[in-house]
């Protein structure tokens, strides 16, 4: 991906033709992601939202210079981290020479002290590790976000949350704080996709119950299955429906989309079957953003 980002001073260097560069921009064959720097359109429009940024980051970031460093969503980006919503328009650094942030068209510059092992190199950039990429960033998100960001870091192992804590102490004052002390308390390992982060915290601002997450069924003997959400006061099961299961040949494992559905209906039907399950509530995507239908779905079934 990253072969493809095409420098005007590196052609220049090469002893290129950088009006040829120009030529190509303006009759839509390259993209501009930064002064200078071009993208062929067809491999920019075939990248995801979360590749665009990191292109953005090394367009970026070289123009700054040695001493900044790649932060929040930013930082996150280039560390594969998924993020609820649309990824910013511009790039995070931290600039240790600046007293006070400045927002250009191409990058948030924050101002701030850099600890030295608080930064990593990733792909010849510094970067700020994950724990500190993650605080930052939650302390501009809500719960919902934030969950997305911690529970995929806290899944992977990229940080523990006695760090995260560690972090958000050091600035307790700084706008988001509370924010992401919420976030961090709120966090939780066992959430398996941003869906169901997303998904918890809209239970969670709803004022439902608080379930059980990845609990196993039944408890002894051969498995049914380990489902997403439990609320064993009532008998309800929870599923996040994602389409990735459905659409990418990973999760299928050599299935059609066609049988990967009838395999979750006869998962369901055997679940159902189950002493003490007296309901199984299914929602997507949309359900889970949209939040009232899903948490209606849920009240139908008896959750409280």
């Known amino acids: 991906m990253l072969e493809t980002l095409i420098r005007r001073d590196s052609v220049i260097r090469s002893g290129g033709d950088s009006s040829a560069i120009e030529r190509d921009a303006r009759r839509g064959l390259l993209r501009r992601v930064a002064p200078g720097a071009y993208v062929p359109t067809p491999v920019w429009q075939a990248l995801t939202a979360a590749e665009r940024h990191v292109i953005r980051v090394h367009a970026v970031v070289p123009r700054f210079g040695d001493e900044v460093v790649v932060s929040h969503e930013s930082a996150l980006a280039l560390r594969g981290f998924p993020l609820l919503g649309d990824w ?27 600890v030295g092992d608080e930064v990593d190199v990733v792909d010849g950039l510094r ?3 994950p724990r500190q990429a993650a605080v930052d960033a939650v302390r501009r998100h809500d719960l919902a976000g934030g969950a997305v960001i911690l529970d995929h870091g806290l899944r992977t192992g990229a940080f523990s949350r006695a760090e995260l804590e560690a972090v958000a102490a050091r600035r307790p004052g700084v706008p988001g704080s509370r924010r992401a002390a919420a976030a961090i308390a709120f966090a939780d390992a066992r959430a398996d996709s941003p869906g169901e982060s997303l998904s918890r915290a809209v239970i969670h601002l709803a004022g439902l119950s608080k379930p059980e997450l990845q609990a196993r069924f039944p408890r002894g003997g051969s498995l049914v299955g ?46 159902r ?21 899903l948490v209606a779905a849920l009240r139908r079934a008896g959750v409280r």
């Open 226 to 271: 380990i489902v997403d959400f439990w609320w064993p006061e009532c008998g309800v099961i929870g599923e996040f429906d994602g389409e990735v299961k459905y659409r990418d040949a990973g999760p299928r494992r050599g299935r059609t989309p066609e049988q990967v559905v009838i395999d979750e209906k006869r998962r369901e039907d055997a679940l």
């Open 127 to 129: 970067v700020a590790v």
């Open 88 to 114: 910013p328009e511009r790039v995070h650094v931290i600039d240790p020479r600046r007293h006070r942030d400045k927002v250009g068209p191409w990058a948030h510059q924050h101002a701030g002290p850099v």
């Open 273 to 293: 079957s189950l002493s003490g399950v007296r309901a199984v509530v299914r929602w997507s995507w949309a359900d889970a953003l949209r939040k009232d239908p």
